[in-house]
């Protein structure tokens, strides 16, 4: 069943066409890698897919519905994006998992120790100031938020960037986790195409702003990706 | 009585020999190559010609029986005025007057209705008019200020504004530190000159006042209340000016306005 459906979507970026037409259909529980060159439009596509940006023409669906017919805040606590630059926000790291439930009126389901372990952080970071993190802890971190909000897509935009080895093959644990036993559904942006490899159903190959080819994980091949 | 001890004509004269003081000025710097010359004397010259209008306007206005005609045009005048002249404060904001001028209207108006429901301000143009000059003064450089804040505040946050709105939050709930910060930052001025009121400075109705021989006690009695009313409609506006800004900072759809 299809959860996203992206069909013919163009969205200009000042003078640049960042997405020409691109048309993708996400399954529900599947993780989806997007690979391809800078500037070929993955981000403009995460970004569009939960309404931080507008379409030019195009659409997207989720669940069936025109994402432009939906309250945005809506669509943004069920398509839940995490950004490249891990912002954090004023406050502990305890504060920064809850920002998004207590928006909601759900902290009190709000497990951050649980949040911060599957995101492959001890719980004992919940009292620190979250601006005074490391780069990859702060990755987490903004792992750790996302979950918090039990999402239905997670749209991560390099998301282990600056990570340390180990602790993205815990992050990768815990996001296969999630899609096989939550049935969540992953659009995974990155250049790392072992990665896409090792975490993905499906690779998407982006090349100026269209769908070049989608395939298998196990059916890709590495020299039309770049 | 005046409170000035000589006649218009000879007023002239002391100012002509008072004029000696910005020529010294302007030698000054341009000896010192200060580089304020050419402005220094043109913002002389501007606000000397401003301020000669002004007093012709209100010699007439104080004279003309049926003064409370023309006087809401000037009242609007000073809205307008000033909503345009904060706008060009808001940065990159487009058409930012719809959201200061309403908003200095507004607060300016409901403090003059105040002062004038409680019999501070008697309905004559001697009152109405300085009142209201000074009401509307300070509601538009409260305007500026907390405006000027909020477009930087934007400017230099716009991932973290991005980051709440992508976790769920609204435009309101994702700007509102933002907006409190900017009310707070445009209050200090005020803030501040209250705190040193009669130490550092005399203030400019006080002192009008007392060069008119009023009592100092009721001259400082009506310096807080003018005091009161013009911070009250200070808040007015910069509460204003805040919550309307979000219709330009976002869009419809509840993302950050692409202009930001």
């Known amino acids: 069943m299809s959860i996203l459906t992206i069909k013919k979507a163009k969205k200009m970026l000042g003078d640049a066409r960042a997405l020409r037409g691109l048309s993708l259909d996400l399954e529900k529980g599947e993780i989806i890698s997007l690979v391809g060159p800078s500037g070929s439009g993955k981000t403009t596509l995460l970004r569009s897919m939960n309404r931080l940006i507008e379409l030019d023409s195009g659409s997207i669906l989720f669940q069936g519905e025109n994402i432009a017919d939906m309250d945005p805040v809506a669509l943004r606590r069920k398509v839940v994006l995490v950004p490249q630059e891990s912002v954090m926000l004023q406050g502990t790291v305890k504060e920064n998992v809850q920002y998004g439930p207590k928006l909601a009126g759900a902290v009190g389901k709000c497990d951050v120790g649980r949040c911060l372990r599957d995101a492959g952080l001890s719980p004992k970071f919940a009292g620190k100031d979250a601006e005074k993190l490391s780069g990859g802890e702060k990755k987490r971190v903004a792992l750790a938020r996302a979950l918090a909000l039990h999402p239905e897509v997670l749209l991560l935009d390099e998301p282990t960037v600056g990570v340390d080895p180990k602790k993205v093959e815990r992050m990768e644990g815990t996001i296969l986790k999630f899609a096989r036993e939550k049935g969540l559904t992953v659009v995974w942006v990155t250049h790392d195409v072992p990665q896409a490899l090792r975490v993905s159903d499906r690779i998407a190959n982006l090349k100026k702003g269209v769908v070049k080819e989608v395939t298998n994980a196990s059916e890709f091949r590495w020299e039309g990706a770049y | ?260």
């Not at chain 2, 487009?94 to 309905?123: C, E, Q």
């Not at chain 2, 002192?207 to 009023?214: D, F, N, S, Y």
């Open chain 2, 1 to 260: 009585m005046t409170g000035i001890p000589y006649t218009w004509e000879e007023g002239l004269v002391i100012m002509g020999i008072m004029m000696v003081m910005l020529v010294i000025a302007i030698g000054l710097s341009v000896w010192k190559k200060i580089g304020i010359a050419r402005e220094y004397t043109y913002a002389m010259i501007r606000g000397g010609l401003q301020l000669f209008a002004a007093a012709t306007l209100l010699y007439f206005l104080f004279e003309f029986e049926y003064w409370y005609y023309p006087i809401w045009l000037l009242l609007i005048a000073m809205a307008l005025m000033g909503g345009y002249t904060s706008a060009r404060r808001a940065g990159k904001m487009p058409k930012a007057y719809r959201i200061t001028t309403p908003s200095i209207l507004v607060g300016g108006t409901v403090v003059l209705i105040v002062l004038r429901v409680s019999g501070a301000m008697p309905f004559k143009p001697q009152f109405v008019i300085p009142l209201a000059g000074m009401v509307f003064g300070n509601a538009m450089t409260i305007c500026s200020l907390a405006l000027n804040r909020l477009t930087r505040e934007f400017e230099t946050n716009k991932p973290t504004l991005e980051t709440m709105l992508s976790l769920g939050a609204t435009p309101k709930e994702a700007m509102e530190e933002y907006g409190r910060m900017s009310i707070k930052a445009a209050l200090i001025p005020n803030i501040d000159s209250l705190k040193t009121l009669g130490i550092i400075f005399i203030p400019g109705s006080m002192a009008g006042l007392l060069i008119a021989g009023t009592n100092p006690i009721l001259a400082a009695e009506y310096q807080i209340i003018v005091y009161l009313m013009v911070i009250g409609g200070g808040i007015i506006t910069s509460i204003m000016v805040i919550a309307l800004s979000r219709r330009l900072l976002f869009t419809k759809a509840q993302q950050i306005a692409e202009w930001v």
